[in-house]
């Protein structure tokens, strides 16, 4: 089943993406009002195992809700006893993308993907919904490579650091995060895939400079955007991975210098003490290109055609 190419498009500008439980009505009601770019209503960590059939019942209702507004995944349970009624309950008319936690191998991936094109074809959509692969344990890391060319639905990778962390029996510092974190995003990068996450905590809320630093950091190393666990983060996280004043200032000043310098023959340029030439360009070009998107998004308002 195909892929539709305007919502796998639409990852790689998403800067905040927030979780939202499918037990919660009343931030389910509220998710579009948060800031995020996009909403993953969660089936997995938030909903307690007594309650996790209660959870499927009300997913379908969820996502029509968010999608209303927004572009809506869902995070899925990757286990045995749950996954396949969790897929069923998930895949909708309206969905975006489906989220499976802890990935791991390729194989499951296909499996995945294999099983979510069923249920959709049964419900007649004429697109499958996209997969987004949560890596967040050490064999994940190790074969993430493998993740990322598994199958041609996936459309990004998250670096899960919390249940990483909680894995290695470390704490999710920057310092022992960003190794692991920069495998996922150079894999992701790599195959034009988004990269969403930090290289450190996703659970802090108070501290909006620890925030800040950690999400400017993962900017750094590929990261394209970010999972946010409460509305608090969002816009310091769509601070970070947007585009900011001064860096479309800089792109568009860099554009007209280095293509005024071609136009003379020339693909390099001095100016202020800094070489301007190819990669440099196309690193403005990126930058004005992403600009134009999400003042688009802003204006329009409007979910993808899924």
Do not use: C
Request: hydrophobic letters at 50%.
């Amino acid at each position: 089943m195909k892929i539709s190419p305007e919502v796998k498009a639409h990852a790689l500008d998403v800067r905040t993406i927030l979780f939202v439980p499918a037990l919660s009505p009343a931030f389910i009601e509220k998710a579009h009002l948060r800031g995020a770019d996009a909403i993953i209503i969660d089936l997995e960590d938030s909903i307690p195992p007594d309650l996790k059939s209660q959870g499927r019942e009300a997913v379908a209702r969820a996502i029509t809700q968010v999608a209303l507004h927004l572009p809506v995944y869902v995070r899925v349970n990757n286990s045995l006893a749950l996954l396949d009624a969790d897929l069923v309950a998930s895949v909708t008319l309206e969905v975006v993308g489906i989220v499976l936690p802890k990935a791991e191998t390729a194989g499951q991936v296909r499996e995945v993907a294999a099983r979510i094109a069923q249920l959709s074809g049964k419900i007649g959509r004429d697109h499958a919904p996209l997969l987004v692969l949560l890596v967040e344990t050490p064999l994940g890391v190790h074969l993430v490579a493998e993740l990322a060319t598994a199958h041609e639905s996936v459309v990004a990778l998250i670096f899960g650091s919390e249940d990483y962390s909680a894995l290695l029996g470390v704490r999710p510092s920057p310092e022992a995060m960003t190794v692991p974190a920069q495998m996922i995003s150079m894999a992701a990068r790599a195959r034009g895939l988004a990269a969403w996450g930090v290289a450190g905590t996703i659970v802090e809320i108070a501290d909006g400079e620890l925030l800040k630093r950690v999400a400017a950091d993962s900017r750094q190393l590929g990261f394209t955007g970010t999972i946010a666990v409460n509305p608090k983060q969002i816009a310091i996280f769509n601070d970070a991975f947007g585009v900011s004043a001064q860096e479309l200032e800089w792109a568009r000043d860099t554009l007209e210098i280095f293509n005024a310098s071609v136009k003379e023959g020339r693909a390099a340029v001095a100016h202020k003490g800094k070489m301007i030439d190819t990669p440099v360009a196309v690193r403005a070009e990126m930058l004005v290109a992403r600009a134009q998107r999400a003042a688009q998004a802003t204006t329009s308002k409007e979910a993808p055609n899924v």
